[in-house]
């Protein structure tokens, strides 16, 4: 596709639940960002890849949280035994390098009831 | 600390007037790059414009400006000609290093234009 695409765009779960959240890059973009936005706030860093590999992931709130991008395309953010303070929107975003601006996707919102 | 700080929470301005949204920055990296995005009401962040810490001139990008004072390390976001459809919440962003890397996003203005 022309952008970065996320899915789900919304999905509900009870807390406890395990969630896997989705995000396919523009297609040659290196960099993948994984964001979390919270109602009236900016968006907040939580991983980056560059390839295949976490370049940085000092934003990863604590050890319910991972994500994969095993073959340098297509990520998924994992969340174990969800808690209802990670209602957010989960944003994804790619770069062509490093350095460029980010594209985002629409974003997923989570919600643990 | 805060690296980004956004100070207006909310702005109303005239449709066709200019508007001048504050960013201050916080880093002791020599290298860095400013960003500035838009995010509507349906949730995706547009970029808008970008100010490498070395740029000579001010960036520039049809109607968006950005008032970059490094000694005073701000880079407000001048838009002009307001239309209806700029309303939405802007956000400065910070990248440090020359390396690349993560975006630090400040709190956001919340931008309403009134006709």
């Known amino acids: 596709g022309a952008g970065v695409s996320q899915t789900p765009s919304n999905k509900v779960t009870e807390k406890g639940k395990y969630v896997e959240l989705r995000c396919d890059p523009i297609?040659?973009?290196?960099?993948l960002y994984w964001y979390r936005q919270s109602l009236g706030q900016g968006p907040e860093f939580l991983i980056y890849f560059q390839g295949t590999g976490a370049a940085d992931d000092s934003g990863l709130p604590n050890d319910r949280f991972f994500a994969v991008r095993p073959e340098g395309s297509v990520s998924t953010l994992k969340i174990q035994r969800t808690e209802r303070g990670d209602s957010a929107v989960y944003l994804c975003?790619?770069?062509?390098?490093?350095?460029?601006?980010?594209?985002f996707g629409e974003g997923s919102r989570l919600t643990v009831l | 600390a805060q690296k980004i700080t956004q100070t207006q929470p909310g702005m109303f301005v005239q449709e066709k007037e200019a508007v001048t949204l504050d960013c201050t920055y916080d880093?002791?990296?020599?290298?860095?790059?400013l960003f500035w995005y838009k995010q509507p009401s349906s949730g995706e962040m547009i970029f808008l414009i970008y100010?490498?810490?070395?740029?000579?001139q001010n960036a520039t990008e049809g109607r968006y400006s950005l008032n970059f004072q490094k000694a005073r390390k701000s880079a407000n976001l001048v838009i002009s000609a307001l239309q209806l459809g700029d309303s939405a919440m802007y956000f400065c962003a910070m990248r440090e290093g020359h390396r690349g890397g993560k975006l630090i996003f400040g709190q956001g203005t919340e931008l309403s234009v009134k006709p």
């Open positions: 100010q490498g810490s070395y740029d000579q």
């Open positions: 975003a790619s770069s062509f390098r490093n350095t460029g601006e980010l594209f």
């Open positions: 297609s040659g973009h290196t960099a």
């Open positions: 880093t002791s990296d020599p290298s860095y790059g």
